[in-house]
């Protein structure tokens, strides 16, 4: 497809299980960013990458959570020991190379519920 | 750091009447702003962004918005507004880094 996508659209998982949330950008397309989103709230900044390397991660809120991009193209979000207060939405945006002009094209988000 | 205010939780509108989604703003640096709407199911979109020139810039759907650097001010206009305008807006801001915040979000409904 041509949009953002992100898998699974919805994911239940007990407290204290590992998740792995997948998301695979717009073809071209180097800059990708993981946000959250809670009920109510706008998208939170957990992470942002350029290519292969994680550029700005100062919005993942804490040693639980990790995101790769190995190859600069999908990437995965990784929550440890997961606990009730991480169920929210996690969207997944890219945009295109290097730009701090450019708007970011959003996938419809993996809805993670921690039972 | 830069931050992003909705002041507004729900705006409501008469479908035909204008409409304004209000947004202020605060960076360091030259501001880049943009609008973004989430419609119910759907991931947020695009709709416009201001990054230099005209303080009046116009984006999808009809809507447009009015940087106004001395208020820290980036309001949502539509001179017309349609029962399917009805969703979730958000403002979000970006200093000159690649970090993009938004704000919390202002639900507009528009009564047919």
């Known amino acids: 497809g041509a949009g953002v996508s992100q898998t699974p659209s919805n994911k239940v998982t007990e407290k204290g299980k590992y998740v792995e949330l997948r998301c695979d950008p717009i073809s071209g397309h180097t800059a990708l960013y993981w946000y959250r989103q809670s009920l109510g709230q706008g998208p939170e900044f957990l992470i942002y990458f350029q290519g292969t390397g994680a550029a700005d991660d100062s919005g993942l809120p804490n040693d639980r959570f990790f995101a790769v991009r190995p190859e600069g193209s999908v990437s995965t979000l990784k929550i440890q020991r997961t606990e009730r207060g991480d169920s929210a939405v996690y969207l997944c945006?890219?945009?295109?190379?290097?730009?701090?002009?450019?708007?970011?094209?959003f996938g419809e988000g993996s809805r993670l519920t921690v039972l | 750091a830069q931050s992003v205010a909705q002041p507004e939780d729900q705006v409501n509108v008469a479908e035909g009447n204008p409409l304004t989604v209000k947004c202020t703003y605060s960076?360091?640096?030259?501001?880049?702003l943009f609008w973004y709407v989430q419609y119910p199911n759907r991931g947020l979109q695009f709709l416009l962004k201001?990054?230099?020139?005209?303080?009046l810039v116009k984006g999808s759907y009809g809507f447009e918005a009015e940087f106004n650097k001395s208020q820290t001010s980036f309001h949502l206009k539509k001179p017309s507004a349609l029962v399917s305008d009805s969703a979730l807006y958000f403002c979000?801001?970006?200093?000159?880094?690649?970090?993009?915040?938004f704000g919390a979000g202002t639900r507009l409904f528009v009564k047919a």
């Open positions: 979000a801001v970006r200093d000159g880094g690649f970090k993009t915040i």
């Open positions: 201001y990054i230099t020139g005209d303080n």
């Open positions: 960076v360091s640096g030259n501001p880049y």
């Open positions: 945006a890219s945009s295109r190379a290097g730009t701090y002009t450019g708007e970011l094209f």
